[in-house]
């Protein structure tokens, strides 16, 4: 195979902790409205919302709140409170804006890249908005030559940006924490992914073990694996 000729990486889980914040306006959001349903039910309900919602709305706080708007509607019947609601609103409004602070090795790594003359993208999916202003936040963005902000991660997504840059899809590497997202529709294209396991996943992300029979990924322990692994790939093809 060629050596790689972009390396992406996702933000979200990969580059900062974004997952986190979720879970934890989901915990307390839970625990306002105790008096309407329990944790399960809400849980329940919620997931089955989101699912629902993501063609239309895509991903993101502004989907959070508008699908846990509805799910509190749909469970009480209509009898939720305006101030309940405008709790919703409250605890999605600061998910768009929580200070973002690079997990470990993230900034070490992408100085490392870069010195090394690598051409490198940040590969990210969700709303435009919310991605730019976390990105901007981050102070990361100038080690990326190439920012891609898109809907979705699939198949399609990525043959476009191959396409877009001229790229084979052996001279193309993926890192991210999501199995869906960044190895499973890259792998399947026959480029290479990289994954990175993060301690939380969004249930929406998960993958069950059988569609990963059989699916070529490396996976590293930490993200400062990567410039090892990508050594090694130069060195295979020198």
């Known amino acids: 195979m060629p050596a790689p000729q972009l ?9 900062w902790p974004n997952q986190p914040h979720y ?9 306002l409205l105790a008096h309407y349903a329990d944790a399960e039910t809400l849980t329940r309900r919620f997931f089955e919302v989101q699912r629902q919602n993501l063609p239309l709305f895509g991903y ?11 799910t509190v509607i749909s469970l009480t019947k209509g009898a939720v409170t305006g101030e309940e609601i405008q709790h919703v609103l409250d605890r999605g409004k600061r998910l768009l804006d929580f200070p973002i602070e690079p997990l470990p090795d ?38 990326f030559s190439h920012v891609e902000i898109v809907s979705e991660k699939n198949e399609a997504t990525y043959q476009r940006i191959l396409q877009r840059h ?18 499973l529709p890259v792998a399947r294209l026959g480029a290479r992914a990289v ?5 939380t996943t969004w249930a929406l992300e998960e993958v069950p073990a059988e569609q990963l ?26």
């Open 213 to 238: 029979a059989g699916v070529d990924f490396h996976q590293v322990a930490a993200l400062a694996e990567v410039p090892a692994y990508l050594e090694r790939l130069a060195q295979e093809e020198a």
């Open 106 to 143: 993230v900034t070490e790594v992408l100085t490392v890249l870069r010195e090394q003359g690598r051409a490198l993208m940040l590969l990210t999916k969700g709303d435009l908005f919310d991605q730019e202003s976390k990105l901007a936040r981050s102070g990361l963005g100038h080690y």
């Open 60 to 70: 993101g706080a502004k989907s959070f709140m508008l699908s846990m708007i509805e």
């Open 195 to 199: 994954h990175v396991p993060y301690y």
């Open 166 to 183: 001229g790229l084979q899809p052996a001279e193309f590497v993926m890192i991210g924490n999501s199995l869906k997202s960044d190895v």
């Open 7 to 15: 390396i992406a990486f996702d933000a979200d889980d990969t580059l």
């Open 23 to 31: 879970d934890e306006a989901e915990t307390r959001l839970y625990a």
